[in-house]
Each structure stands twice: as structure tokens, then as C-alpha cells.
């Protein structure tokens, strides 16, 4: 059974920064596009990053470009996700999911797109 692991959350002060990180357990993670999701109180999932299979190819939404970095270590079957400048606008549930279409990370990252999905780890970001 594919099971992703969501660890790494917190609460940090703006400004600060977190390394979320999604472990893969049953499956190698090296076969899969992995994208990073958020949710708010209130409102919808929405992709943050994604990264291909070979980590090759990243993107992100634009409220976190420049702050955010993903990246992904298949050897350790894991995918990071690295957030700096955190603003309270950043509080959420972040989750990671995966999907075998690449193309799917290039024109989203889109949750309806994407399986597997970890339970979340919570960020805060509060003065």
C-alpha cells in the first residue's frame, strides 16, 4: 500500500522558516511526481510545489516563490520541502501527494490530480 508521511510542522514567528519533509513507505518514491498541498481553516487545498520524478523540474504557486524550495533525495525516499519568510498567510495543513504523470506537477499541481496523500502536518506561523 503507497503511504506518505508528513513531518516536520510547527509554529515559528513570521520570518522564520520550517523543512517539511514527506516520507515514502511501500513504493520507491523515485517513480513518482511529488507535489506539496495546503489548507487553511475555511478554505480549499491548494498546490504550493511540485517536483518530477528526477527532481529535474519544480514549480511553485506564486505566493510562495522565492521563499519556498523543494527537492527530493530518492535515496532516502524522501521529498522536502523548504520554507524561509514564513508569513501567517503560510498557517495550514500542509500535505504532499503523489502522481505517476509528470505532466501533471508542469500543469498543476491540481489535489484532484494526485494520490496517495500523507495526513498532514500542521504550520503555524503567528507572532
Known amino acids: 500500500q503507497l503511504q506518505l508521511v508528513e513531518s516536520g510542522g510547527g509554529s515559528v514567528q513570521p520570518g522564520g522558516s520550517l523543512r517539511l519533509s514527506c516520507a515514502a513507505s511501500?513504493?520507491?518514491?523515485?517513480?513518482?511526481?511529488i507535489g506539496w498541498f495546503r489548507q487553511a481553516p475555511g478554505k480549499e487545498r491548494e498546490g504550493v510545489s511540485c517536483?518530477?520524478?528526477?527532481?529535474?523540474?519544480?514549480k511553485y504557486a506564486d505566493s510562495v516563490k522565492g521563499r519556498f524550495t523543494i527537492s527530493r533525495d530518492n535515496a532516502k525516499n524522501t521529498v522536502y520541502l523548504q520554507m524561509n519568510n514564513l508569513k501567517p498567510e503560510d498557517t495550514a495543513i500542509y500535505y504532499c501527494?503523489?502522481?505517476?504523470?509528470?505532466?501533471?506537477?508542469?500543469?498543476?499541481?491540481?489535489?484532484?490530480?494526485?494520490?496517495?496523500w500523507g495526513q498532514g502536518t500542521q504550520v503555524t506561523v503567528s507572532s
Open positions: 517536483i518530477s520524478s528526477s527532481g529535474g523540474n519544480t
Open positions: 501527494a503523489a502522481v505517476v504523470v509528470q505532466a501533471m506537477c508542469v500543469i498543476g499541481p491540481t489535489p484532484s490530480d494526485f494520490g496517495s
Open positions: 511501500g513504493f520507491t518514491l523515485g517513480r513518482y511526481a
